[in-house]
């Protein structure tokens, strides 16, 4: 079982930037791949970006490729999100996940989830 908690959300004009982290617990997450997905209201949970658990290799949405940065603190157990250049289209509910598997850019891969972050973007 892992426990994850996100913090870091909260409200930034078009152009800002955020650092969202997913503190996790229970069980080290440097033995899970790690995910941050997004929902926005009326859409499906889509996915943002990803570490993989032994590599380190990281994945992003064409969405946010060169303006986010995932990484992760194996010392602290926290994986980050880091996100440049913030627009209008960014806001949504930021939620971290980990998964047993390699890596995943799929919700179904993942298999525990933190309870979210708003992240509000103003034009």
Partial sequence: QVQLVESGGGLVQTGGSLRLSCAASGRTASNYAMGWFRQAPGKEREFVAAIA?????????DSVKGRFTISRDNAKN???LQMNSLKPEDTAVYYCAAGASAYGLKTSVYDYWGQGTQVTVSS
Wanted: charged share 10%.
């Fill in 53 to 61: 658990r032994s590599t380190g290799y990281t994945y992003y949405s």
């Fill in 78 to 80: 926290t994986v980050y």
